[in-house]
Antibody, heavy 122, light 108 residues
């Protein structure tokens, strides 16, 4: 069974750094892109970026480029989402998801992590 | 990236049919995927490639597309179908995923 297990909820203050994680199991971790999606309180889904664990090739949404860093440690089948300086507007639930790339440019996400709630206060 | 438009809310009585639309420029030339997100849970894929169902998704869930509008149809709606539904396409120009704003399905 494919599983993506994310790290637990975190509460931070503005200006602090944070790294959250997403560990995959039940499949060959290095064969699938892992994406990150933000969901602000009461809002829809926003795509942040994606990484290919095999070679760490990373792509960012223009809206998040420079705001976060996506990385991976394939030795432990884990992807990361990192902030160097949080702001209140980063308060949201963050999901990781596995991307299916069978048909070029018709990609979708077949498995999702349970989500990590990040709360940033001043 | 492309903008996908969904109605904010749809309401139906149990046993009726719910239709949730997703429109946008060039939707007709892309594959549309649909996700169900029950309250407090992560999204779950219910339709991919416009009309394919993952294993385990009931046949009551179906997808279609006409022109630049895709439709998720839920037949014989049950209380457990109450959730937010999000459509998604891949923007090949920006190499990004685009999501619709989501539709809250209320079962009356």
């Amino acid at each position: 069974e494919v599983q993506l297990v994310q790290s637990g909820a975190d509460v931070k203050k503005t200006g602090e750094s944070l790294t959250i994680s997403c560990q995959g199991s039940g499949y060959t971790f290095t064969s699938y892109w892992i994406g990150w999606v933000r969901q602000m309180p009461g809002k829809g889904l926003e795509w942040m970026g994606i990484i290919f664990p095999s070679d760490s090739d990373t792509r960012y949404s223009p809206s998040f480029q420079g705001q976060v860093t996506i990385s991976v440690d394939k030795s432990i089948s884990t992807a990361y989402l990192q902030w160097s300086s949080l702001s209140a507007s980063d308060t949201a639930i963050y999901y990781c998801a596995r991307r299916i790339t069978v048909i070029r440019e018709k990609y979708y996400f077949d498995s999702w992590g349970q989500g990590t709630l990040v709360t940033v206060s001043s | 990236s492309d903008v996908l438009t969904q109605p904010p809310s749809v309401s139906v009585a149990p046993g009726e049919t719910a239709r949730i639309t997703c429109g946008g420029y060039n939707v007709g030339s892309k594959s549309v995927h649909w996700y169900q997100q029950r309250p407090g849970q992560a999204p779950m894929l219910v339709i991919y490639y416009d009309s394919d169902r993952p294993s385990g998704i009931p046949e009551r869930f179906s997808g279609s597309k006409s022109g630049n509008t895709a439709t998720l149809t839920i037949s014989r709606v049950e209380a457990g179908d109450e959730a937010d539904y999000h459509c998604q396409v891949w923007d090949s120009i920006s190499d990004c995923a685009d999501f619709g704003g989501g539709t809250k399905l209320t079962v009356l």
